[in-house]
C-alpha cells in the first residue's frame, strides 16, 4: 500500500518557467516531508523540507507548500534551469517510528533550453 | 570529506549465495539507513540505525540483516540471496534523524 504517491511518471518544462511537481499522501499522521533529488547513477540529495506545523517552506529557487487538509504538498522551481532536469521524490514520516520515512515513485522532471 | 561511501558498486549473485554490502559516513551522523529501490518504485526501508549498538527493522526487513557496531559503519547483510532481493540498495545517514544524505548506491542482481 503505497502511502505516498506521485500520480505524475514525468513532467517537461521550458527553461525559465515554474516547473510544479505534487506529491499526496494518505496517513494524516505524517509530521514531516521532504524533497529529493536524483541523478542517473548517483543517489539522492536531499533538496528541502517542511514540518507539519507549516505550510511554506523556501529555499532559493525551491519553495514547497503543504495543503494537510487535502493531504497534498507540492515542490516548485523557479525559473527552472536545464540542471535541475532529474528525478524528484517526496518522502513523509509519522511521528514517533524512529525517522522512518515513506518515498514516492518519483517524478521525472525534464527542463527544456 | 567524502560523505556515504558503498561498497561494491555493482554485483551478480547466484541464488542462494550470501554477501555484505558495505556502508561507511564520516559525517558523524548518529542515525543510518538502508533503502531498496526497485525500477519505477520509490525507495523503501530495509533497516535504520539511531546509533551504535542499535538497529531497527523498516518497511521491507525480511532476507536481510544489519549490525552497527560503530558510529562510522552500517553493513547490509544478504543471506540466501532471492531473485527477489535483485534492486538498487542506498544507504544513507543522516545527523538529526531528517534530511538524509545518500551513498552512489549497490545495483545488485541475483540470477
Known amino acids: 500500500d503505497q502511502q505516498v504517491k506521485q500520480n505524475s511518471p514525468s513532467l517537461s518544462v521550458q527553461e525559465g518557467r515554474i516547473s510544479i511537481l505534487n506529491c499526496d499522501y494518505t496517513?494524516?499522521?505524517?509530521?514531516?516531508f521532504l524533497w529529493y533529488k536524483k541523478y542517473p547513477a548517483e543517489g539522492p540529495t536531499f533538496l528541502i523540507s517542511i514540518s507539519s506545523i507549516k505550510d511554506k517552506n523556501e529555499d532559493g529557487r525551491f519553495t514547497v507548500f503543504l495543503n494537510k487538509s487535502a493531504k497534498h504538498l507540492s515542490l516548485h522551481i523557479v525559473p527552472s534551469q536545464p540542471g535541475d532536469s532529474a528525478v524528484y521524490f517526496c518522502?513523509?514520516?509519522?511521528?514517533?517510528?524512529?525517522?522512518?520515512?515513506?518515498f514516492g515513485t518519483g517524478t521525472s522532471l525534464t527542463v527544456i533550453p | 570529506n567524502a560523505g556515504v561511501t558503498q561498497t561494491p558498486k555493482f554485483r551478480i549473485l547466484k541464488i542462494g549465495q550470501s554477501m555484505t554490502l558495505q556502508c561507511t559516513q564520516d559525517?558523524?551522523?548518529?542515525?543510518m539507513y538502508w533503502y531498496r529501490q526497485d525500477p519505477g518504485m520509490g525507495l523503501k526501508l530495509i533497516y535504520y540505525?539511531?546509533?551504535?549498538?542499535?538497529?531497527d527493522k523498516g518497511e521491507v526487513p525480511n532476507g536481510y540483516n544489519v549490525s552497527r557496531s560503530t558510529t562510522e559503519d552500517f553493513p547490509l547483510r544478504l543471506e540466501l540471496a532471492a531473485p527477489s532481493q535483485t534492486s538498487v540498495y542506498f544507504c544513507a545517514s543522516s545527523y538529526r534523524g531528517i534530511e538524509q544524505y545518500f551513498g552512489p548506491g549497490t545495483r545488485l542482481t541475483v540470477t
Open positions: 496517513n494524516s499522521m505524517f509530521d514531516y
Open positions: 559525517m558523524n551522523h548518529n542515525y
Open positions: 540505525s539511531v546509533g551504535a549498538g542499535i538497529t
Open positions: 518522502a513523509a514520516s509519522p511521528p514517533d517510528t524512529g525517522n522512518q520515512f515513506y
